[in-house]
Antibody, heavy 119, light 108 residues
Framework: EVQLVESGGGLVQPGGSLRLSCAAS????????MHWVRQAPGEGLVWVSR????????SYADSVKGRFTISRDNAKNTLFLQMNTLRADDTAVYFC????????????WGLGTLVIVSS | EIVLTQSPGTLSLSPGERATLSCRAS???????LAWYQQKPGQAPRLLIY???SRATDIPDRFSGSGSGTDFTLTISRLEPEDFAVYYC?????????FGQGTNVEIK
């Protein structure tokens, strides 16, 4: 069974940093690209970032480019999101999501971890 | 970046009725890389449809997707009580991925 478990969320002051982790199990982690998607309270889904299966390529939404860094450790089946210079509008639940095989997109989602940016 | 606009914002229907949700893209979606997700309160989204019309694993056949280019539709043929939720369309496969703003299907 595919499982994605996020951790690392919490309350942080504006301008601060936070590192999210996602522990993956139930599939061959090194074979799939991975994503982070976020959802502000009461709002819709927003794609944040993607990383290729071997970590060789990354992409970001314009709203986080230059502040967030996605990475992965395939030996430890773990995905990361380093978030710097956090702003109030980064407040959201952050989901770790698997990129499916072939043309199948975001097929498995974690339950998410809540990040609150507030003074 | 492709902008996706969903309509209507809210759809009020009764169980057993047909639901038709629209998703319009600001430019043509290459290779029909358009997906639909269902999200219930407090839960993660669930993939329903990919490649505009392919049903994901274990998705009931009352859910169907259609369309190409810039206009896409999700149809729920007969609403079951568990289908009342928010639905998002999603463009994927390019350097940046985007979601529509969602359609809330609520019980009338």
């Amino acid at each position: 069974e595919v499982q994605l478990v996020e951790s690392g969320g919490g309350l942080v002051q504006p301008g601060g940093s936070l590192r999210l982790s996602c522990a993956a199990s139930g599939f061959t982690f090194r074979s799939n690209a991975m994503h982070w998607v976020r959802q502000a309270p009461g709002e819709g889904l927003v794609w944040v970032s993607r990383i290729q299966s071997d970590g060789s390529s990354t992409s970001y939404a314009d709203s986080v480019k230059g502040r967030f860094t996605i990475s992965r450790d395939n030996a430890k089946n773990t995905l990361f999101l380093q978030m710097n210079t956090l702003r109030a509008d980064d407040t959201a639940v952050y989901f770790c999501v698997r990129d499916g095989a072939a043309t199948i997109p975001l097929d498995y989602w974690g339950l998410g971890t809540l990040v609150i940016v507030s003074s | 970046e492709i902008v996706l606009t969903q309509s209507p914002g809210t759809l009020s229907l009764s169980p057993g009725e047909r639901a038709t949700l629209s998703c319009r893209a600001s430019q043509s979606v290459s290779r029909n890389y358009l997906a639909w997700y269902q999200q219930k309160p407090g839960q993660a989204p669930r993939l329903l449809i990919y490649d505009a019309s392919s049903r994901a694993t274990d998705i009931p056949d009352r859910f169907s997707g259609s369309g190409s280019g810039t206009d896409f539709t999700l149809t729920i043929s007969r609403l079951e009580p568990e289908d009342f939720a928010v639905y998002y369309c999603h463009h994927y496969g390019s350097s940046t991925w985007t979601f529509g703003q969602g359609t809330n299907v609520e019980i009338k």
